[in-house]
């Protein structure tokens, strides 16, 4: 776990190439991660946010998949925006769709030319995902996707050490 930094904090404050946005499939903005997002990089995302609406996903980004824009006045160079599932409304495609977010965020940051990377706990705040389960699922896929790439650095980033110590918890017991 060398590449995988557990941290607590704001994420617009990270350092890294990319940081994840948990967004909503308007790309538009919204509460939590998203608000913070926006309100720290500035319109600049906004506006890239809303030519990829309008020109690639005029109905909206669906659960799982990703795009990026420029990270405006953010430290980060990309966003890369997912949109993760709702707990109370995904089902039996939960799991899958979490992972997906990582799994594509992780792929197009490669993609990108990114060494490092900086994720949110997606759908842990809003969505409603319980946060033990999405911590196993975030840490099964970063872990098995760090596997042979020693040059990437993947930053997981809680907005507290509450939320911190509930995912060390999660993957020691494991
Ligand atoms: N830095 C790091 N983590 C944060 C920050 C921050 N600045 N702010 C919140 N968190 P949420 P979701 C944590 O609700 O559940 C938005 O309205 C938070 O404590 O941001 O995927 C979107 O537009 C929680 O653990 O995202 C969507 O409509 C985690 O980030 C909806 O919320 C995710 O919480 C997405 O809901």
């Known amino acids: 776990m060398d590449n995988i930094l557990l941290k607590?904090?704001?994420i617009t404050k990270e350092k890294v190439c990319a940081i994840v946005n948990a967004a909503n499939s308007s790309l538009?903005?919204?509460?939590?991660?998203?608000?913070?997002?926006?309100?720290?990089?500035?319109?600049?995302i906004l506006e890239a946010c809303?030519?990829?609406?309008?020109?690639?996903y005029p109905h909206g980004l669906p659960t799982g998949e990703c795009v990026v824009t420029n990270g405006g006045n953010l430290?980060?160079?990309?966003v890369i925006h997912t949109v993760g599932p709702i707990y109370n409304q995904c089902r039996e495609k939960?799991?899958?769709?979490?992972?997906?977010?990582?799994?594509?965020?992780?792929?197009?940051?490669?993609?990108?030319g990114c060494k490092n990377?900086?994720?949110?706990?997606?759908?842990?705040?809003?969505?409603?995902?319980?946060?033990?389960?999405?911590?196993?699922?975030?840490?099964?896929?970063v872990k098995n996707y760090l596997k042979g790439k020693d040059e990437m650095e993947v930053h997981l980033v809680f907005h507290n050490n509450e939320d911190k110590e509930l995912f060390m918890k999660t993957i020691q017991e494991k």
């Not at 809303?50 to 690639?56: G, L, Q, T, V, Y």
């Open 75 to 78: 430290e980060a160079m990309h």
């Open 8 to 10: 607590t904090g704001d």
């Open 117 to 141: 990377i900086a994720f949110p706990a997606i759908s842990t705040g809003i969505y409603g995902y319980p946060k033990d389960e999405a911590a196993q699922i975030a840490y099964n896929v």
């Open 94 to 112: 939960c799991a899958f769709l979490l992972a997906s977010c990582y799994t594509n965020a992780l792929n197009m940051a490669v993609e990108l």
């Open 50 to 56: 809303k030519k990829i609406r309008k020109e690639e």
């Open 28 to 44: 538009l903005g919204g509460g939590g991660v998203d608000g913070a997002i926006h309100r720290a990089g500035g319109p600049e």
